[in-house]
């Protein structure tokens, strides 16, 4: 049994669970969120204790990666809706930039024109500087999938300049430039 599934999620005021038909629904000031449980997951919500207990049904091995999982993605949904999730984006390079038009991010990245990218219902962007991309939502999964596309969209560089879209915090190792040395 995974050891974090011993331990229960507690479940923060202002949070409401809602436990029906293997669908586990919570919500809060950040939003609503819905998971559909599997059968040989066992969900359970105290709403005296105020925590939710996951456990499995069946003793196969299958289901002891499942038990963790479900603990780890309804632990991810009330972190969520509490206080939310954010991946933070910077964009290097000369004429690179993007900027936000309604609802969509439009992005300069060197190609012969814009790239456009929608913004999908539940998350929103925020731009500090015309580098720089914040991605925010209540969905874990939404939110790094999101900022995982921008970055596809034009990968950093491991040669000196550097150039493309990465995430704040990562470090890209450089690879050595080409040097040119004379014969003679």
Request: no cysteine.
């Amino acid at each position: 049994m995974s050891r974090k599934a011993k331990r229960p999620i507690t479940v923060p005021d202002g949070v409401s669970v809602e436990l029906a038909n293997h669908r586990l629904t919570v919500s809060g000031k950040k939003g609503k969120l819905t998971l559909p449980v599997h059968p040989d997951i066992g969900v359970s919500y105290d709403n005296d204790r105020r925590e939710i207990r996951v456990s499995k049904s069946v003793e196969e091995l299958e289901h002891k990666g499942l038990l963790g999982l479900f603990w780890a993605l309804i632990n991810n949904m009330v972190a969520g809706v509490t206080e939310g999730f954010e991946r933070s984006l910077e964009i290097k390079g000369i004429g690179y930039n993007a900027r936000l038009q309604g609802e969509d991010l439009v992005l300069q990245l060197g190609f012969s024109h814009p790239v456009v990218m929608h913004v999908p219902e539940g998350l929103e962007v925020e731009l500090p500087s015309n580098t720089r991309v914040i991605v925010r939502g209540a969905d874990k999964q939404l939110v790094g999938e999101f900022a995982a596309e921008i970055r596809r969209l034009r990968k950093p560089s491991p040669y000196p300049h550097g150039t493309g879209i990465r995430y704040s915090d990562e470090e890209v190792r450089k690879k050595a430039g080409k040097t040119f040395t004379s014969v003679g």
